[in-house]
T-cell receptor
Framework: AQSVTQLGSHVSVSEGALVLLRCNYS??????LFWYVQYPNQGLQLLLK??????LVKGINGFEAEFKKSETSFHLTKPSAHMSDAAEYFC????????????????FGKGITLSVRP | NAGVTQTPKFRVLKTGQSMTLLCAQD?????MYWYRQDPGMGLRLIHY???????AKGEVPDGYNVSRLKKQNFLLGLESAAPSQTSVYFC??????????FGPGTRLTVL
């Protein structure tokens, strides 16, 4: 079974500071990994994804994440936080289920709320 | 492209009432999903479908039914609503196991 752990429920940073949101995963096979962002009262939007190409993945809005197999991690970073980054962030894992297979679905972490202080 | 749309956006039910949530996608995706989102719980999969006419149970299927009669639509039904089903419901679709695209959500309150 696959799982995702996002430690902590809330991270607060100052505008211009580094953003680091942690994600650790468990999967019995090489995973696909995703970060989604949810702004207030909206649906989830894909930030970036890892699908076994480059281990450093760049996404939208200046975010990036690095896949580290040895650490089973996929942490999300952004060098300089902006007020508009305030949102909830979800890490998710898919074990690349076969078409029609029982595992053709994502498992989400519980999410982390990012606050950005002026 | 409208992407993934959900109807209705808000709904208030009394305990025991029934309702159907409609999800529609115009991306010709095979896979569709229904999730519920509760504070501190992340998203939990209710049911999903890997093609027209097929459905499968997810993590929290009890109290819900689904149907996928047309490829572009995925319906979620509550036959007898309970207060524990107060939640925000999201529909998503994907091309096989790739990126899931989410709708804007339906906020349901059961009194």
């Amino acid at each position: 079974a696959q799982s995702v752990t996002q430690l902590g429920s809330h991270v607060s940073v100052s505008e211009g500071a580094l953003v680091l949101l942690r994600c650790n995963y468990s999967s019995s096979v090489p995973p696909y990994l995703f970060w989604y962002v949810q702004y207030p009262n909206q649906g989830l939007q894909l930030l970036l994804k890892y699908t076994s190409a480059a281990t450093l993945v760049k996404g939208i809005n200046g975010f990036e994440a690095e896949f580290k197999k040895s650490e089973t991690s996929f942490h999300l970073t952004k060098p300089s936080a902006h007020m508009s980054d305030a949102a909830e962030y979800f890490c998710a894992v898919s074990d690349r289920g076969k078409v029609g297979g029982a595992n053709s679905k994502l498992t989400f972490g519980k999410g982390i709320t990012l606050s950005v202080r002026p | 492209n409208a992407g993934v749309t959900q109807t209705p956006k808000f709904r208030v039910l009394k305990t025991g009432q029934s309702m159907t949530l409609l999800c529609a996608q115009d991306m010709n995706h095979e896979y569709m999903y229904w999730y519920r989102q509760d504070p501190g719980m992340g998203l939990r999969l209710i049911h999903y479908s890997v093609g027209e006419g097929t459905t499968a149970k997810g993590e929290v299927p009890d109290g819900y039914n689904v149907s996928r009669l047309k490829k572009q639509n995925f319906l979620l039904g509550l036959e007898s609503a309970a207060p524990s089903q107060t939640s925000v419901y999201f529909c998503a679709s994907s091309y096989h196991s790739d990126t899931q695209y989410f709708g804007p959500g339906t906020r349901l309150t059961v009194l």
